[in-house]
Nanobody, 123 residues
Framework: QVQLVESGGGLVQAGDSLRLSCVAS????????MGWFRQAPGKEREFVAA???????HHAASVKGRFTISRDNAKNTLYLQMNSLKPEDTAVYYC?????????????????WGQGTQVTVSS
């Protein structure tokens, strides 16, 4: 079992930056792939970025070049650095973990979920 707790969300202006964190406890963090998803009001939860156990990453086209996923296995922590934020990035952001060590981009491939952290970007 893995417990995930996100933090770092908030209200910012367009063009600003935020860094989200997700602390994991329980099963060995370093052996599982992790991801970030987001859900805006009235929309389905969508993939943002993922990282495998070795540090290989994959980012959604909508955030590539602006967001960066990373992990610190010594601290059991996942990060999402978000730069050049846009109003359309407004959503609840969730970190997620899966049994396998390889990256995945769909909600159903992840079994562990945090409670989410709100990110609001004003224009």
């Amino acid at each position: 079992q893995v417990q995930l707790v996100e933090s770092g969300g908030g209200l910012v202006q367009a063009g600003d930056s935020l860094r989200l964190s997700c602390v994991a406890s329980g099963r060995t963090f370093s052996s599982i792939a992790m991801g970030w998803f987001r859900q805006a009001p009235g929309k389905e939860r969508e993939f943002v970025a993922a990282i495998n156990y070795g540090g290989g990453t994959h980012h959604a086209a909508s955030v590539k070049g602006r967001f960066t996923i990373s992990r610190d296995n010594a601290k059991n922590t996942l990060y999402l650095q978000m730069n050049s934020l846009k109003p359309e990035d407004t959503a609840v952001y969730y970190c997620a973990g899966r049994y396998a060590g390889t990256v995945a981009t769909t909600v159903r491939e992840y079994v562990y979920w945090g409670q989410g952290t709100q990110v609001t970007v004003s224009s």
